[in-house]
């Protein structure tokens, strides 16, 4: 089988610009003529002027040097990959309505055009074999297509149902547990757990009493927890989901990258990945639940956890409404904040359930 000719940006070949590496691109070709540079006739002088930039007009203009069919079939032999298409990706005019509800992508026009992803075949395995740079790969998946129901991940059902969450198995599964955590956190602060939790079930009326002081120490853990969250929230979107400048260009890192986040910005209105698989969320907290172990009393770290998870869920709830459900003042205005982030420039407005962190840390996207 024939090698797959890699797609490049013209930021992929501008970053190669030197002797060490020198690139060029013509009628939408990437050539890498580092090794020609001792062999070009007129000297690596005139080659480096344009290392890392086009050089059609340079290669046919008489006054420079006007090439013969030969020097076009040398070139050839140098060829590394093509340059892909070059849509803008930030959309400064984009405005977000109520009513917001995308055009579908032509599935098979779009994969002709770009040559990115084709949305008829599973994803997870065309990311593996991908043939495109971190570049190209970013421009892509930050440009939103939108299918009917849900694109594939795996062939196989049995781990395509491990991609796919209804927004309500979030508080199915992780209320009852915050609302454990809570209730350890009163009886630890009551004292109470030991003996308590050591008993098979027993009916209410044999509860240990819980003595008053207990409920505002766990209210305060409670609070605190709910404050921690919002500030992971934006953290996590910022430097982790959107990684991207420190992103490895390697396929690996490019496919963790897209299981992660990439896919929702790539299809953000896939209705079955806007909130968290289980699976994942569970990975995602784990060290952020040891760390509080580690750092505080146990009763006041399951306090903690116990508001972080509960507002977790509502930033997941949150996000599936933002994305497909009409809503009051505040959390329509949230919206059209949320979806700018998406159709208008991702580079700014981490934030989901509010705007605060934003503000604070001037990323702010204006409306």
Not at 219 to 234: A, D, Q, R, S
Not at 256 to 282: C, E, K, Q, S
Not at 292 to 297: G, I, N, Q, R, S
């Amino acid at each position: 089988m024939s090698k797959r000719i890699r797609i490049y940006t013209e930021k992929d070949v501008a970053a190669h610009n030197s002797a060490g590496s020198c690139w060029v691109s013509r009628g939408g070709k990437i050539y890498d003529v580092t090794a020609f540079l001792v062999d070009h006739p007129g000297g690596d002088d005139i080659v480096l002027q344009h290392a890392g930039q086009a050089v059609d007009d340079v290669m046919r203009d008489p006054e420079e040097h006007e090439h013969s069919e030969a020097a076009y079939d040398i070139l050839a032999e140098y060829m590394i990959g093509k340059l892909g298409t070059a849509e803008t990706i930030i959309d400064e005019n984009w405005e977000a309505t109520d009513d917001f509800h995308p055009e579908n992508t032509e599935v098979d026009k779009d994969f002709e055009h770009n040559q990115f992803l084709d949305l008829r075949k599973p994803l997870i395995r065309q990311m593996w074999e991908a043939n495109f740079s971190k570049s190209y790969y970013l421009r892509q998946v930050h440009q939103p297509r939108h299918v009917p129901g849900s694109a594939r991940l795996f062939g196989p059902n049995y781990l395509e149902v491990f991609t796919r969450t209804n927004w309500y198995v979030i508080p199915i599964i992780w209320l009852p547990i915050a609302g454990y955590l809570f209730l350890r956190s009163v009886f630890q602060f009551a004292g109470a757990l030991p003996t308590f939790w050591s008993q098979p079930v027993l009916p209410l009326s044999a509860l240990p009493e819980v003595p008053l002081s207990a409920y505002p120490k766990v209210g305060v853990c409670f609070l605190l927890g709910n404050f921690i969250w919002t500030i992971l929230e934006y953290v996590m979107h910022r430097f982790l989901f959107h990684i991207d400048e420190m992103l490895p260009d390697h396929p690996i890192f490019l496919l963790l990258h897209f299981l992660l986040h990439g896919i929702h910005h790539y299809l953000p209105m896939d209705g079955l990945r806007l909130v968290m698989p289980p699976i994942l969320f569970t990975v995602l907290q784990y060290p952020f639940t040891q760390l509080a172990y580690a750092v505080f009393p146990v009763a006041i770290a399951n306090g903690i956890i116990a508001g972080a998870f509960t507002f977790y869920v509502g930033y997941d709830c949150m996000h599936y409404a933002l994305h497909h459900t009409k809503l009051p003042a505040y959390l329509a205005e949230m919206k059209k904040y949320h979806l700018a982030h998406h159709y208008k420039n991702f580079e700014l407005g981490f934030g989901v359930t509010s705007k605060i962190w934003d503000v604070v840390f001037s990323t702010c996207l204006p409306l």
